[in-house]
């Protein structure tokens, strides 16, 4: 399916992702009738003129009936979510999303959209596949037998499965990516809901100028991950869209790095070494994760491969940035 020339409306476009998500819609010719976020205007990360934008609750389902209208694509990146410090901390409200998914789908199934796109994640698998750092990349079926992140994850899977029984039930298309860990600029970067890779940018730009040259590291260093970098995620969302992918889909970077070797890289980018002290009880997450892209190559002929340490560095002068101009993280 070529998206060009359909009407798309982008759900969480106040976000990081959604917010990258509509400026490369319109780029690639797709018309955005509407860019919804529970936030107000004055705390979207990106605001597109030309655009309605509306600050809007769509766990709601007036309001999501109001955010589908007109619209024949829908991009579902709505929720409330973050870092694994904010996930394994505030289960239930991750777990209120399910609202906004089970209300968007049935007001896109009302108004005649086409296509529904929602983004999953990677914590919907199975944490038993997931207890060793040298981990075997997780392949689509691996989400079950279902054992996912507390919380989040469970709420993720579940709106996968409504995803599918809307697409049975209802001739609703849907389309769903399993993203991994996305990361880059014009994103969250500070207050307890940012990811990893800006947690150490920020980390260690605050240490280099404080000139106390010490970094604190959320477990011992060794869990390892893949970091998808935001063009890679946009890109691969509307590549799956236009797609007759019917089942979830990994997207993700398949490189893999330990948290101690992304510390090493940020030190690099900066120019300094610090010393390590290792937070054994904050929130680490699972010990290993990594994507296996068979699948999206196998159908697409194309996975995220933008190298880590390229968008480590734009992700880096990007905060480094907003902490030198007194901005606070959003």
């Keep these: ?36 976020d529970v936030k107000p205007l004055n705390e979207w990360y990106q605001v597109t003129e030309g655009v309605e934008n509306l600050s809007l609750d769509l766990k709601d389902k007036q309001n999501c009936i109001v955010a589908a209208d007109g619209s024949s694509l829908v991009f579902q990146l709505a929720a409330d979510m973050g870092g694994m410090g904010f996930i394994e901390n505030n289960k239930a409200l991750c777990m209120l999303s399910v609202l906004t998914n089970t209300h968007m789908l049935m007001a896109a199934q009302q108004v005649g959209v086409k296509r529904f796109f929602y983004s999953s994640s990677a914590c919907v698998y199975n944490g038993e596949k997931q207890t060793n750092p040298d981990v075997v990349a997780l392949k689509e079926s691996d989400a079950y037998p279902a054992l996912p992140e507390d919380g989040y994850g469970w709420e993720k899977l ?43 940018c920020r980390k260690v730009i605050e240490a280099k100028n404080s000139g106390r040259h010490e970094i604190e590291i959320w477990g011992d260093g060794k869990q390892t991950r893949s970091f998808m970098y935001i063009d890679d995620c946009v890109k691969g ?22 948290i101690g070797q992304l510390v090493d890289m940020v030190e690099d ?24 892209n068979t699948l999206i190559m196998e159908k697409l002929g194309w996975e995220p491969s933008i190298r880590l340490r390229d968008g480590m560095e734009k992700t880096y002068r990007w905060i480094e940035e907003q902490i030198a101009t007194g901005v606070k993280g959003k």
């Design 1 to 36: 399916m070529d998206l060009r020339g359909e009407t798309a409306v982008v759900c969480g476009a106040g976000g990081f992702i959604g917010g990258h998500l509509v400026k490369s819609l319109i780029a690639n010719g797709i018309k955005i009738v509407r860019a919804v």
């Design 269 to 292: 980018i900066a120019g300094i070494k610090l010393k390590r002290n290792y937070n054994l009880t904050a929130p680490k997450g699972v010990n290993g994760r990594n994507s296996d």
């Design 237 to 258: 969302t509307q590549m799956i869209v236009g797609s007759e992918i019917d089942e979830p889909i990994n997207l993700g970077s398949s490189e893999l790095v330990t």
């Design 158 to 200: 579940f709106s996968e499965r409504m995803c599918r029984h809307f697409e049975e039930d209802y001739g609703l298309i849907c389309r769903v990516a399993r993203y991994h860990n996305v990361y880059g600029p014009d994103g969250t970067w500070d207050g307890g809901r940012e990811k990893a890779p800006a947690a150490i």
